[in-house]
């Protein structure tokens, strides 16, 4: 039985572009017309690699600095849900290079939460794994800011729970504008374990 179900719903990729440096808070993001994937993500982007350095994002689970698995090789936005944010700030569409995407996409609903571990693949077998929805920070914030003014200082708030999701290489390939994406998901129910948090530790002395 497969473990991962074929669906009927695909996507469209509208914008390609990469982070090749970091050297400052803000977004230096640029828009690619093809995107050739290997096991890293896109060599020569910001954040491909096979492993990566932890960071604040997962201090829960491991101190910051520790070598991990990098399932962050890519960010992924839908379009629909950022012309959703810009619409929310009250603002002209988003340049998705202020936002440090990889991908931009149209046609899937609900984007952000779509169950993590799902797949999209391209007609070339280039499949993409879905690690978890993206959270909103302050950096697009800053990128923003510098093009719009004040109104970048509205991100935050605006992106939240539609900032698309992060992902990783599972099957490399090339991807190019216009491509279509078929989605793939886990073929599980919705777990029934509930939501409450781990207790609070404190420390003794």
Same mark, same amino acid.
Do not use: Y
């Given at each position: ?6 669906? #009927?719903?695909? &996507?469209? $990729? ?16 640029? =828009?690619?017309?093809?995107? =050739? ?12 690699? $096979?492993?990566?350095?932890? &960071?604040? !994002?997962?201090?829960?689970?491991? =101190? ?15 379009? %629909? %849900? ?28 609900? @984007? ?23 959270? =909103? &920070?302050? @950096? ?5 800011? %510098?093009?719009?003014? #004040?109104?970048?200082?509205? @991100? ?13 290489? %599972?099957?490399?390939?090339?991807? !190019? ?7 793939? $998901? ?15 530790? !404190?420390?003794?002395?």
């Amino acid at each position: 039985m497969p473990v991962l179900e074929p669906t #009927d719903h695909s &996507c469209t $990729v509208v914008w390609l572009g990469r982070v090749a440096h970091r050297d400052r808070p803000a977004v230096d993001g640029a =828009p690619v017309d093809i995107m =050739p994937l290997d096991f890293g993500g896109m060599a020569g982007e910001h954040h491909a690699g $096979v492993t990566r350095a932890s &960071c604040s !994002r997962v201090t829960a689970l491991h =101190p910051k600095g520790t070598e991990i698995a990098n399932v962050r090789q890519l960010s992924i936005l839908s379009q %629909e %849900e950022l012309d959703a944010i810009a619409a929310d700030m009250g603002t002209a569409p988003l340049d998705p290079a202020w936002l440090g995407a990889s991908l931009v996409v149209k046609g899937i609903d609900d @984007f952000t939460h779509l169950p993590p571990s799902s797949r999209l693949q391209g007609a070339d077998g280039a499949t993409l794994v879905i690690d978890m929805l993206n959270q =909103p &920070c302050q @950096f697009p914030a800053m990128s923003i800011t %510098e093009a719009r003014g #004040d109104v970048g200082k509205t @991100f935050k708030r605006a992106a939240d729970l539609r900032r698309g999701v992060t992902a990783w290489v %599972e099957r490399p390939g090339t991807l !190019r504008l216009g491509d279509t994406l078929r989605l793939f $998901v886990p073929g599980q129910r919705a777990w029934r374990g509930g939501r409450q948090a781990a207790p609070a530790t !404190r420390a003794a002395g």
